[in-house]
Every structure is written in C-alpha cells, then in structure tokens.
C-alpha cells in the first residue's frame, strides 16, 4: 500500500513570493493535516481538511491557507513568504475513525532566500 | 504553550541497552496518544499506540507505559539498535478538531 506522498521535495524561494505545496494521501483515508516543522524544532499544526472542508486551522496567520480535492488530495499555499517560513512542511493523513491515527508523509523542504 | 513535552532533548546510550523516552502532557482531557520516529530528512514514522482506558501497550521491540495519574507517557525500546538512531516525538490526541499536539522530540543517540 502506497504512503502519503508529498512533492516537491525541496524548493527554493524569494521573499514574497508564493508557494503551493502538494500531498497525495493514503488510498482511502479521507482527512489530510498540514504540520510545519522549522529546524530543530516540533511540530506545529497548521491545517485540517476532511471529506473537502477546512475542520480546523493552527495559530497561523491568514497567508497560510489550502483546500482539499474530491479524490482527498490536498494543497497548501504559502503567500507572501517570509524568512521565517523556512521550514520542512509536513502532511498527514488518517482515516478520520477513532483512534485517529496519522501518517505521514516525507515533506518539503521548504528554503526562503 | 504546548501541553506535551519531552523531558529530555538528547538521551544517548549504548548499543543493544534498552532506551527510555519520557514524556510529560498536561491535557487530563487527552484519550490517545502516538509516539513517532523521525529519522533525518524524512517525515515522522508512527511506532506505536496507546489509548487512555489502557496503560501499557507492547510491539516489536517497543513498549509504551500510560500513567494517567501522573500524566506521564514513556517510551522503551529494547536491545537498541545503531538504526533506532532518530528523533522520537511524543503526541496527544485530545480528540475533536485540534488534531495532535507534539512535543519538542528527544534525540536518542546510539553509543557503539
């Protein structure tokens, strides 16, 4: 059975550019969560979507924001990025039963320049 | 601030000695919890388990203890190996729609 997958897997960015960030989930499950994780640092939640809808977002500021497909594939977009936006950004899917297991994917490596 | 919390940033230990991961939550609400493995460059790997009506559960290799008193979570690993090598990270489940939360993550470190 074939993991969540994520692409890119590194990107390079200026300034105030944007960005949109892909994830596949496993076959069948139907939520996807977004995580950003900077360097040396945990996991900070940052988006979830189930069945289509956002159910419920992080403490991230507006400029942060996706949308889940009819096949439960997901985008993030970043815009208006920000040095501090460097980090490797992390998708997770799970069935959306209890317990709500998640599995990740590999993420993206994100650069802002 | 967070509510889950790694009592030790690097634990590191001899090769085939049996490791110990702690965790701290504060969340008495939270009814499930997931340790991870996150090996360099790549995404948190799910390792093992444990729901709150239960407190220990046991894998390959890996056991994990729930102490609801004190609100401690912990992880042990058995005869480790150098391919255990990774940031471990402790997550709460507190149901609803807030997802999990993670700790910092603890660098274990394998010792030849």
């Known amino acids: 059975e074939a993991g969540v997958t994520q692409s890119p897997t590194h990107l390079i960015k200026t300034r105030g550019q944007q960005v949109t960030l892909r994830c596949s989930p496993i076959?069948?499950?139907?939520?996807v969560y977004w995580y950003q994780q900077a360097l040396g640092l945990g996991l900070q939640f940052l988006l979830w979507?189930?069945?289509?809808?956002?159910?419920n977002r992080g403490n991230f500021p507006p400029r942060f924001s996706g949308r889940q497909f009819p096949n439960y594939s997901s985008e993030l977009n970043v815009n208006a990025l920000e040095l501090e936006d460097s980090a490797l950004y992390l998708c997770?899917?799970?069935?959306?039963?209890?317990?709500?297991?998640?599995?990740f994917g590999p993420g993206t490596r994100l650069t802002v320049l | 601030g967070e509510s889950v919390g790694l009592h030790l940033p690097t634990l590191s230990v001899q090769e085939g000695d049996n490791s110990i991961i702690n965790c701290a939550y504060s969340?008495?609400?939270?009814?499930?919890f997931i340790w991870y493995k996150q090996e360099s460059g790549k995404g948190p790997q799910f390792i093992i388990d444990?729901?709150?009506?239960?407190d220990k559960r046991q894998g390959q290799r890996v056991t994990v203890l729930l102490n609801k008193t004190v609100k401690h979570l912990s992880l042990q690993i058995a005869a480790t190996q150098p391919g255990d090598s990774a940031v471990y990270f402790c997550?709460?489940?507190?149901?609803?729609?807030?997802?999990?939360?993670f700790g910092k993550g603890t660098h274990l470190i394998i010792q030849p």
């Open positions: 997770a899917s799970s069935s959306g039963g209890l317990p709500d297991t998640q599995y």
């Open positions: 076959s069948g499950h139907t939520s």
């Open positions: 979507y189930d069945e289509g809808e956002e159910r």
């Open positions: 969340n008495s609400a939270s009814d499930y």
């Open positions: 444990i729901r709150s009506n239960m």
């Open positions: 997550a709460e489940n507190m149901g609803g729609a807030d997802g999990l939360t």
